[in-house]
């Protein structure tokens, strides 16, 4: 055996039931089986979609914030030998960029949560050996230099834009360090992330606008300001588009 599980159960979030942050005494795997959001990993802030899975390690203070409705499968498993697996926000498709085998996780997951469901004779011995292929199968994954993590060839772009999401950012240039042509990384971005380099951008507009309006007093023109938005009416058309909510609204709403 290379691992124990040590939890297993799904979960149903709705936009605004987020889940704090907290940590565990075990690796834990949250797979995304349906909608979008974002999760806080130690210091690091991730996008997460459908068909992404999250891997955090022990003792990692970790978030979830919910834009739209979310069903997960959380999994706590603890190697039985000193792991080398990375954290972070990783997708669970092959890319078309790899070639060699890629074997999803998902999978292994639902073997797992039948097993759970059944209780057959000795289904924990059996949960025991299918989290220890898990261990082995995100170690091949995860540890040699595969490019199926999500920001693999895009992480300094990742970065950049998380920390200057207010600001106007040059697409272009950032195509040009990662040696590709505007439109060739626009589509490799889109396939690596789930979103264009403009929808992500957005998506942290209207993220940091939600919690400007949750936990500040800040003037609705001074949080588009804030959030590199053009003018208050361009902030409040993509703020209702993106949310259904005007500014407003959802302020007095999340009060």
Known sequence: MHARLDFLFPVTHVPGNDVTLHRHGCHELVYYLKGNGRTRIGDRDYEFREDDYALIRPGTLHDERHAAPTEVLCLGFAPLRESALPEGV????????????????????????KEMRNKDEDYAGMLDLLASQ?????????????????????????????????????????????????????????????????????????????????????????????????????????????????????RKANA
């Open 90 to 113: 990783f997708s669970d498709h092959r890319s078309k960029d790899c070639e060699d085998d890629h074997a999803p996780v998902l999978p292994l997951l639902l073997g797992m949560a």
């Open 134 to 250: 898990l261990v082995l199968l995100l170690r091949r994954r995860l540890t040699g230099g595969s490019p199926t993590y999500a920001e693999d060839k895009f992480r300094y772009a990742i970065n950049y834009m998380n920390e200057n999401f207010h600001q106007r950012i040059d697409f272009a240039s950032l195509a040009a360090m990662a040696g590709y042509s505007p439109d060739r990384y626009r589509h490799l971005f889109k396939a690596h992330t789930g979103a264009s380099p403009g929808r992500y951008v957005l998506g942290r507009r209207i993220d940091h606008a939600r919690t400007l309006l949750r936990e500040t007093e800040r003037s609705i023109s001074g949080i588009a300001s804030d959030c590199g938005f053009a003018s208050d009416s361009q902030f409040c058309s993509l703020f209702k588009r993106e949310t259904g909510w005007s500014p407003g609204a959802y």
